[in-house]
Structures are given as structure tokens and as C-alpha cells.
């Protein structure tokens, strides 16, 4: 019982040691057509749930995207980009159109190819449309498109609310976003200031904190030798907890510098 109990304890305190950081919701085309996408803050947008995957023939997909701040304005941030390119993205073809103007938002024709496109697109409202085509012909690719709420303040002075975050070129993005390891301002000034001091000082007080609990867990199963486990039980458990610990480290260190 006391086992079962400091065991669960020690879950829940892994649990919430290791969640750290702000990471966006992803959302896949593939499994959204024919939906509408409500996001709030910032969302990613992905082709497949796999990095580079098998791609439907004759797809026809279109997905509406909404921000639910309905005076807010969505950004468009291409992390990657990587499917077959073709003349006029007759092969495959990811088409981003204005909901308000109805107007094409980046190429007439299209995203296709495997040079991600650096230019930060934008709405004119809290709406876009995503239509992703491909032909009859066998083909992979992947994408991943950075979507972020924003707006540009309020007042004689463009102010951002309390709990936003102004960026450089006078966005006004929610405060959370910031030193994510995410470009949701478009000019990566969510991103600088401050930032490398307070990734380093999550990772060391989480793993601080991992290394304490499982000190004081030796020593509560220590204590209780005689009554529960033998010594080379204790001894796979604790390994099995440095184990946990080290996997657990790694993915906080990955979440920091996404």
C-alpha cells in the first residue's frame, strides 16, 4: 500500500516537473477535410501525422480556419515545407485563401516544392481556408504551417492587453507565446529577450527537482527494506526511476529548444 501510494506520488510530481513550455496544438489536413479548425492563440497546422508519408490520390481537401477572437487577424509562418514540385503545382498544390476579400493569400497557383517559403503572411480577418489538392500520380511530402491570433492593440497608443506581448513590429500576440521556441510574432522577437536565461533555469530546476524526488523515494523505500522488497527489487526500481528520469530530461530539453 505504501509502495503503490509513494509510487503514484511520484507520478503526479514527474508530471508536473516535466511539463514545461507552451506548445501549440497540431492540427492534420488529411484528417480535417470538410471541418472548420477553432484555434485559439496559435496552432500548427500539419499535412499527415508523419514527417514525410504517402500522399492520397486525386485528394481534394479543404479545411476552414477560425481564430475564436473575432476581431483578431491570423498569421501564416511556414516551418517546412516539402512536397513534389511541379509546374504551376499541377502536381500538388496547398492553396491559403482570405475568407473576407476571398482572395489567393501567397501564390496564385499555390505552395508546392521543398523550399519553405520565409515571407510571414496574413489574414484581413480571424478567418482562412486551406485547399490541398494533389493529381492522380504517386507521391510523399509533409508541411507545417505556424498559424498565430494577433492583433494590433487598442487606443491612441495601439496598446496590447494586459496579458499580451508586443511584439517588434507592433503585433499584440498572447502572452504565453513568448520563449516557446516558436516564431508567433514573425520577426522572432517572441523569442530573444530573455529567453536563453529562462530556458536554461526550467531545464535545471526541473532536473533539480526530478533528482530530489527520486532521493527521497531511496530513502522511504529504504526505510521500509524489511517489510516489502529485497534488495535486487529495490534496485531495478530505482533503476527503472533513473530511466524514467533520463527520458524525462531529454523530452524537457527537446521541448525547450523546438
Given at each position: ?26 492540427y ?81 497557383g ?13 489574414s484581413t480577418g ?7 489538392k ?70 535545471a ?33 530505482i ?20
Open positions: 500500500m505504501v509502495g503503490a501510494i509513494s509510487l503514484n506520488c511520484f507520478l503526479i510530481l514527474i508530471g508536473s516537473v516535466v511539463v514545461a513550455g507552451y506548445i501549440p496544438t497540431s492534420y489536413l488529411t484528417e480535417k477535410c470538410g471541418y472548420t479548425i477553432v484555434f485559439s492563440n496559435d496552432a500548427r497546422i500539419r499535412l499527415s501525422r508523419y514527417s514525410s508519408s504517402y500522399l492520397p490520390r486525386s485528394l481534394s481537401c479543404h479545411v476552414a480556419v477560425t481564430s475564436v477572437k473575432a476581431s483578431d487577424y491570423i498569421m501564416i509562418k511556414f516551418r517546412d515545407l516539402d512536397t513534389q514540385l511541379s509546374t504551376r503545382c499541377s502536381t500538388n498544390s496547398l492553396k491559403i485563401t482570405d475568407a473576407v476579400t476571398t482572395q489567393a493569400i501567397g501564390p496564385q499555390g505552395f508546392c516544392g521543398f523550399s519553405t517559403p520565409y515571407q510571414v503572411y496574413q480571424d478567418s482562412i481556408y486551406l485547399d490541398f494533389t493529381n492522380s500520380l504517386f507521391q510523399t511530402g509533409s508541411l507545417d504551417i505556424l498559424l498565430t491570433s494577433f492583433n494590433y492593440g487598442s487606443g491612441a497608443n495601439s496598446s496590447c492587453a494586459s496579458n499580451e506581448f508586443k511584439c517588434s513590429n507592433n503585433k499584440c500576440i498572447w502572452g504565453g507565446l513568448t520563449c516557446d521556441g516558436y516564431n508567433n510574432c514573425g520577426d522572432n522577437s517572441d523569442e530573444i529577450s530573455g529567453c536563453g536565461t529562462t530556458s536554461v533555469a526550467v531545464i530546476g526541473s532536473v533539480g527537482a526530478v533528482v530530489f524526488i527520486i532521493i527521497v523515494l531511496v530513502i522511504i523505500f529504504g526505510a521500509r527494506r524489511r517489510y516489502y522488497y529485497h534488495s535486487h527489487v529495490r534496485i531495478a526500481f533503476s527503472s526511476l533513473l530511466s524514467d528520469y533520463r527520458e524525462s530530461t531529454t523530452k524537457l530539453i527537446a521541448s525547450a529548444i523546438v
